[in-house]
């Protein structure tokens, strides 16, 4: 670390470490240390994040992932919980109003915005735009997977999943390969709640949905690889996710339900036609 040399008005050397980019941004001011008429200050990072959601909601994950990159944690109090299905993540800053937002890609462009010396978002705007859209993408197809979970008919699942392939086909076709020597970014921050299920999913009820998604399932690999991710995202999470799906009795739980669906994806991976019903031959018969 750089230290700073403090000359004082006796000839006294007093050293200290220097401020950094975020001490020198104009973060709220409040510690200071008086040494012979020398006042040293400080910039400490006072935010709050606190989060009002469902246990083991995608939003509040993803929030808690942007902030452990960053080495803080979320105030995700248990007791604190909105109407159902709803997310509320408020900022408290010292001497700012609170922000509130519902939105979650707000807020992690917020979190983004509030570490001007830790971004996540590539510098490049190309590749930043690229990586916005992308997230858009991963969002949506949280919301079909939610959609797939909740479908209490055979019927309605199938739908939602045809919609939820669509949508995680796209999301093959255009994300990026996975760089193991990179570093984090709030695409895979956005990404990993979202891949993260659709594993659990597959190894709970064997329903294949990462089938033909090498490059997703392989990004998966790579997220859950890292510790911050890992915490957040660990096998108590998991079951309590599948726990929550088993409760409210969707038939993505039901093996028997799925029967057309286990048919025709195996689990090595490739796709089976499922068989066809034979012809039925016709016999005309001409009168005499």
């Known amino acids: 670390m750089i230290a700073q040399v403090v000359i004082l008005a006796d000839g006294i050397r007093a ?28 910039r400490v990072d006072t935010t709050v994040f606190r989060m009002a959601a469902e246990a083991g909601c995608p939003v509040g994950q993803r929030v808690a992932l942007a902030l452990a990159f960053r080495s803080k944690e979320l105030d995700w109090p248990a007791a604190e919980v909105p109407a159902p299905g709803t997310s509320c993540l408020r900022v408290h800053r010292a001497a700012r109003p609170v922000v509130t937002l519902y939105d979650s890609l707000a807020m992690i462009e917020l979190i983004e915005d509030l570490h001007p010396d830790q971004p996540l978002h590539p510098a490049d705007p190309e590749a930043r735009a690229s990586h916005r859209a992308l997230m858009a993408l991963a969002l949506r197809g949280q919301q079909r997977l939610a959609l797939v979970t909740r479908a209490a008919d055979s019927g309605d699942h199938d739908i939602a999943m045809h919609f939820l392939s669509n949508v995680l086909r796209r999301l093959e076709a255009t994300l990026p390969p996975t760089d193991e020597a990179g570093g984090p970014s709030n695409l ?68 028997h339900g799925l029967a057309h669906w286990m048919r025709a994806l195996g689990p090595e991976g490739g796709e089976k036609r499922l068989a066809r019903p034979q012809p039925v031959k016709w016999v005309v018969q001409r009168p005499g």
């Open 15 to 42: 050293t200290f470490p220097a401020p950094s980019r975020r001490q020198k941004a104009g973060w709220p001011l409040s510690n200071s240390l008086a040494l012979r008429g020398i006042v040293w200050r400080w």
């Open 188 to 255: 895979d921050i956005v990404l990993a709640p979202l891949l993260w299920r659709i594993l659990v999913l597959d190894r709970a009820f064997g329903n294949h949905i990462g089938i033909g998604l090498p490059r997703c399932m392989a990004r998966a690999c790579s997220l859950l690889g890292r510790q911050e991710i890992g915490r957040h995202l660990n096998a108590a999470a998991a079951e309590a996710y599948i726990a929550s799906i088993t409760c409210r009795g969707a038939v993505i739980a039901a093996r």
